[in-house]
């Protein structure tokens, strides 16, 4: 046969080529494209509020709102500030004479505030306005990514090197910021009272209420004390005072010998242990392994304080009863744990929001290390630990704010206050609020729901949660007959973690195998002469999600056999494997005997590395595996359509009859 010419543009190749080039140009936007944040108004001045017609999702579905743009200084205190914007919602009564609205300040640190499902519990008779938070949900987001790809590469969340790590990624992203023009000392709880203060003056609400929770909290008393005028009244859930985002592991055991009382009087639960406390503080030891798999003692720690906040079923798995089965179901359940814990803690935060308004509390935090740290706890202080990164953790690097100074300590407030406590809170302690905050608040007073944890407990019984706020700020008095006693169930449910467990362990072997099956079966048909056109590009379209899932599995089982101080879904082991096993299987599809082998086979790889980058770039931290095994398949039919295209089309002439060349 002789060449007579390059091949044809034909009309499958025409759409392969659209195809592919559209998903990769869509990876390439996704990857490149800034993420939407919000922009000052052009010729802006501070204290400007504009606001449209929008819609809202909450529990009960899509409402009718308004949503703005507050502008508003980065710092009130340098007169050279530059402006920031906030977003702005308010989600109107369902009355035409409404009462004093309602403000919502969520928790944190680090979090948003413009998410609140609960909103409509509160219209009936009162607009419920949500002021977004400055460095997370404004023009100007304090992201640190030193920080969290720090904490997803370094195995065990708490371990020593974990701890400096940390402190150096701080170090690094507060210098960076501070390069790009933001003014960390401005991203203070103060500077947040202040703006939330401007959109009420903006709005034209004479008085507000607040309800606020967790960390909010903090929010809310800043707020009586700067601005005491403003306020109705304020609805406090989950109460965090002064100089306790640093937990008390003494009041953690009280907590846990609490759940070891129910535990005594629960027959199952009983029935598995005769003293709850003495069993965790036992199975806290954690071992190192599992089996082949390599268990992160501190992140198991960790993760249990943050679970054993709530006990509602809505917080599941990650709840207490979850945890305490854990405990006493052995070093499988654990070791979900570890991996649940490394997967989903680091990235849970805006760090350098979280950083910034916690440094409130960095004097408390010093003491607290100062004073010896754990005295040896059950959970050892993991979770305070994680949050300040040890002794020598952000708190000795980010900058403080002047603002700090002055709310360090409980102040009086003659605001007419409700502080909302769980009686097993691990996160706020109901005693807290008691001892530090009760006292200094002549108009104020405490509910404590027995049996339950933190916030999302509370939220839990719609009815319950409904008629104590609204009663409270209709009347004063707040009714919380509605909730009575909740028995706190020890059952986990459906997913416990030695499900959890059992289904990672089982998916990520099954499906290393059918993937390693799969691609041998490929490569082999490919030995014997490879498939008919129609069949390679079929499989070439289907294959990918098995492959690329499969390797990236592989690699997956071996971090966690080997200990890897890696992220498993992170570029050095989704990349590797998802290039390998796409490129490869794409390949074995496509290649036959009037095909070149060598050149063919290393451009199918590069255009799989390049791919699987790309993808992985364009997804967020959990999509990431799948969006780099998307870009990666997208990338080698491309570069297929391509050779083929390049390859000149040989003539028949003296082909045996009844033997017709085809091509792809």
Request: net charge neutral; aromatic share 6%; charged share 15%.
């Amino acid at each position: 046969m002789e060449d007579i010419g390059p091949r044809r543009l034909t009309l499958p190749r025409t759409i392969a080529l659209v195809v592919t080039a559209g998903i990769i140009i869509t990876l390439a936007v996704l990857a490149l494209w800034p993420h939407g944040t919000m922009a000052v108004p052009d010729g802006a001045r501070a204290g400007e509020l504009s606001m449209h017609k929008c819609d809202y999702k909450t529990e009960s579905g899509t409402v009718r709102a308004e949503c703005g743009t507050l502008v508003v200084p980065e710092n009130r205190s340098d007169p050279a500030s530059e402006l920031i914007a906030l977003p702005v919602v308010r989600i109107p009564a369902a009355t035409e004479q409404p009462r004093e609205p309602v403000f919502r300040l969520g928790g944190g640190p680090g979090s948003t505030n413009m998410t609140f499902p609960q909103a409509g519990r509160l219209t009936a008779d009162r607009d419920v306005v949500l002021v977004g938070y400055r460095g997370v949900d404004g023009s100007r987001r304090l992201d640190c990514p030193e920080v969290t790809g720090m904490r997803y590469a370094k195995g065990d969340l708490t371990g020593a090197e974990s701890q400096r790590a940390t402190t150096l990624a701080f170090t690094a992203c507060a210098k960076r910021l501070t390069g790009d023009g933001v003014d960390l000392t401005g991203y203070s709880a103060a500077q947040r009272v202040d703006d939330i203060e401007a959109a009420r003056t903006a709005l034209g609400y004479p008085r507000i209420n607040l309800l606020s929770s967790s960390a909010g909290t903090r929010t809310a008393m800043v707020y009586s004390w700067r601005h005491p005028g403003s306020l109705f009244r304020s609805a406090m859930v989950s109460v965090n005072p002064p100089g306790h985002m640093v937990w008390d592991p003494a009041i953690t055991d009280k907590q846990i010998s609490r759940y070891a009382e129910l535990c005594t009087a629960d027959a199952g639960c009983a029935a598995r242990t005769g003293d709850l406390a003495a069993s965790m503080r036992d199975a806290a030891d954690v071992p190192d392994r599992w089996g082949p798999f390599t268990i992160h003692a501190g992140t198991v720690r960790a993760a249990s304080m943050f679970a054993m906040h709530h006990n509602g079923r809505s917080s599941a798995p990650l709840n207490a009863p979850t945890v305490i089965d854990a405990y006493l179901s052995g070093p499988g359940s654990l070791w979900a744990m570890s991996v649940l814990g490394d997967l989903q803690l680091p990235g849970s935060i805006v760090w350098g929001e979280f950083a910034s308004f916690a440094m409130l509390d960095a004097p408390a935090a010093d003491a607290f290390y100062k004073a010896g740290g754990d005295p040896g706890s059950i959970l050892r202080s993991d979770g305070t630990n994680f949050l300040w990164g040890g002794p020598s953790g952000y708190a000795t690097v980010w900058p403080d704010s002047p603002d700090n100074a002055e709310y360090r300590t409980p102040r009086s407030s003659s605001v007419e206050t409700l502080l909302v406590s769980g009686s097993v809170d691990f996160s706020t302690p109901a005693e807290l609020a008691t001892g530090d905050l009760l006292p200094l608040l002549p108009n104020g007073r405490q509910v404590i729901l027995p049996e339950l944890g933190h916030t999302a407990d509370f939220w839990g019984d719609a009815d319950a949660s409904r008629q104590l706020l609204t009663t409270f700020y209709n009347t004063g008095t707040a009714d919380d007959s509605t909730f009575g006693t909740r028995p706190v169930t020890f059952d986990p449910g459906p997913l416990s973690m030695s499900t959890i467990a059992a289904v990672l362990a089982g998916l990520t072997v099954g499906g290393s195998l059918i993937a390693l099956a799969l691609l041998a079966a490929l490569i082999r048909r490919a030995r014997r002469g490879g498939y008919r056109p129609r069949t390679g590009m079929w499989l070439r379209i289907l294959t990918p999600i098995p492959l690329g899932l499969g390797g990236w599995f592989l690699a997956t089982l071996l971090v966690w056999t080997l200990g890897l101080d890696t992220f498993v879904a992170g570029t050095t082991v989704v990349v590797p494997a998802v290039s390998v096993f796409v490129g490869l299987g794409a390949y074995a599809t496509w290649t036959r005997g009037d095909r070149p082998h060598r050149r063919a086979l290393a451009v199918v790889l590069g255009a799989a590395v390049g791919g699987a980058l790309l993808g992985h770039a364009a997804g967020a931290v959990l999509t990431a595996p799948l969006t780099a095994i998307a870009g990666a398949a997208a990338a080698v039919n491309l570069a297929l359509v391509i050779l083929d295209l390049r390859r000149p089309l040989r003539s028949t002439a003296g082909t045996p009859e009844g033997h017709v060349p085809v091509s792809v």
